[in-house]
Nanobody
Framework: QVQLQESGPGLVKPSQTLSVTCTVS??????????WTWIRQPPGKGLEWMGA???????YYSPSLKSRTSISRDTSKNQFTLQLSSVTPEDTAVYTC???????????????????WGQGTQVTVSS
């Protein structure tokens, strides 16, 4: 059974870089045709697909966030990390990692295409 667990700072100051890590157990992030994905949900709004890193290490980002987003991985720890730079209060959200079907991007994202989810971690941007 695949399990994903996010870990993050909880509180980030405006203009700083937000960093959230997803630790995966029960599956390797380097095998099978999956996209290891970051999704966020601001308060009162819907889910937003942010980006993904594939089993081969390729990365894809939402166009609206691409200039500020970076996703990397540590295969020795079976982890992948989201970094979002120059944050503002509008980046306050629950950040969740998920294992999604290969080919799931911002333009065709649907929750049914992501079979395993972390519990999410709240990140608040405030001074």
């Amino acid at each position: 059974q695949v399990q994903l667990q996010e870990s993050g700072p909880g509180l980030v100051k405006p203009s700083q870089t937000l960093s959230v890590t997803c630790t995966v157990s029960g599956a390797s992030i380097t095998t099978d045709f999956y996209y290891w994905t970051w999704i966020r949900q601001p308060p009162g709004k819907g889910l937003e697909w942010m980006g993904a890193i594939t089993f081969s290490g390729s990365t894809y980002y939402s166009p609206s966030l691409k200039s500020r987003t970076s996703i990397s991985r540590d295969t020795s720890k079976n982890q992948f990390t989201l970094q979002l730079s120059s944050v503002t209060p509008e980046d306050t959200a629950v950040y969740t990692c998920a294992r999604c079907d290969g080919g799931t991007h911002y333009y065709n994202f649907a929750t049914k295409d992501c079979g395993s989810w972390g519990q999410g971690t709240q990140v608040t941007v405030s001074s």
